[in-house]
T-cell receptor, first 115, second 114 residues
Framework: KNQVEQSPQSLIILEGKNCTLQCNYTVSPFSNLRWYKQDTGRGPVSLTIMTFSENTKSNGRYTATLDADTKQSSLHITASQLSDSASYICVVSAGGTDSWGKLQFGAGTQVVVTP | DSGVTQTPKHLITATGQRVTLRCSPRSGDLSVYWYQQSLDQGLQFLIQYYNGEERAKGNILERFSAQQFPDLHSELNLSSLELGDSALYFC?????????????FGEGSRLTVL
């Protein structure tokens, strides 16, 4: 079972509207959580990285939240633009000494912004 | 531009063949990671190298191998190719040992096996 679950799988929003993507994880011990944006056929680009002590982090119109107690994170997109159409991937890094490179990737949420 | 360079961008080959994908990490980055992304699938971790040494292994097939050279560039070798190996192969790099460090991805190499 995937240790990082994202919802919804896909969504369509009108340009200018807001949306929120969800990420639930079971990775333990927890080190950090990242959100990436991946345009079709391109490499993922980092939006935010949050550690255990951080509740929220913003990057322009993107705001990520983290609740380490409930092991949930969300990514909020404000005033969406056509260029926001992409897959948004939640990635959780485990702590501990044997977690090198073993980032746990969610399957991504495909966002389509329509005019 | 992430600073991570991958070549070739596209590659078409036949089943049973062998190919080599190359990755140059960002200047100064010691860690290199390889990922596979099949059509409409999430990123699957293959292998990580740190300063020339293998550090972590994921779901990498025995037909696949990788190495990191003294100049820190890395190569992923895929042999006895099968149709199911068709995918985007991404390389990523990070500065060093911190798990909280930023991970930078290349633009990927698209492999098509016919």
């Amino acid at each position: 079972k995937n240790q990082v679950e994202q919802s919804p799988q896909s969504l369509i929003i009108l340009e200018g509207k807001n949306c929120t993507l969800q990420c639930n994880y079971t990775v333990s011990p927890f080190s950090n959580l990242r959100w990436y944006k991946q345009d079709t056929g391109r490499g993922p680009v980092s939006l935010t990285i949050m550690t255990f002590s951080e509740n929220t982090k913003s990057n322009g119109r993107y705001t990520a939240t983290l609740d380490a107690d409930t092991k949930q994170s969300s990514l909020h997109i404000t005033a969406s633009q056509l260029s926001d159409s992409a897959s948004y991937i939640c990635v959780v890094s485990a702590g501990g000494t044997d977690s090198w490179g073993k980032l746990q990737f969610g399957a991504g949420t495909q966002v389509v912004v329509t005019p | 531009d992430s600073g991570v360079t991958q070549t070739p961008k596209h590659l078409i080959t036949a089943t049973g063949q062998r190919v080599t994908l190359r990755c140059s990490p960002r200047s100064g980055d010691l860690s290199v990671y390889w990922y596979q992304q099949s059509l409409d699938q999430g990123l699957q971790f293959l292998i990580q190298y740190y300063n020339g040494e293998e550090r972590a292994k994921g779901n990498i097939l025995e037909r696949f191998s990788a190495q990191q050279f003294p100049d820190l560039h890395s190569e992923l070798n895929l042999s006895s190719l099968e149709l199911g190996d068709s995918a985007l192969y991404f390389c990523a790099s990070s500065a060093g040992t911190s798990r909280a460090g930023e991970l930078f991805f290349g633009e990927g190499s698209r492999l098509t096996v016919l």
